[in-house]
């Protein structure tokens, strides 16, 4: 069973940045998709970003595009999400998500992910 635990979360002001890490364990992780969701209340869970198992593939929704960047270290079974010029619409409960089809075809999808962390509180204020 993989373990998902995201960290790094926290009270930012606008304009800031954080970076969240997600530790991964009991699962082999480099063959991973990794993705980034996040739900603001009530708000249904939206896609925020997606890396490859070989991190040579990354794709973002529209809104953090430039802002935000994705990134893994399979030595470390981590995955990251650097979050730049944050904005209060940034707020949410942001989760790492991992797919273990090794694929990469329709990771902006939540239904894809396998297995889901606990997610952790990002607030921005204006």
């Known amino acids: 069973q993989v373990q998902l635990v995201e960290s790094g979360g926290g009270l930012v002001q606008a304009g800031g940045s954080l970076r969240l890490s997600c530790a991964a364990s009991?699962?082999?992780?480099?063959?991973?998709?990794m993705g980034w969701f996040r739900q603001a209340p009530g708000k249904e869970r939206e896609f925020v970003a997606a890396?490859?198992?070989?991190?040579?593939?990354?794709v973002y929704e529209d809104s953090v595009k430039g802002r935000f960047t994705i990134s893994r270290d399979n030595a470390k079974n981590t995955v990251y999400l650097q979050m730049n010029s944050l904005k209060p619409e940034d707020t949410a409960v942001y989760y790492c998500?991992?797919?273990?089809?090794?694929?990469?075809?329709?990771?902006?999808?939540?239904?894809?992910?396998?297995?889901w962390g606990q997610g952790t509180q990002v607030t921005v204020s204006s």
């Open positions: 998500a991992a797919d273990r089809r090794n694929k990469w075809t329709g990771v902006a999808g939540a239904e894809v992910y396998d297995y």
């Open positions: 009991g699962g082999i992780f480099s063959i991973y998709v």
């Open positions: 890396i490859s198992w070989s991190g040579a593939n990354t």
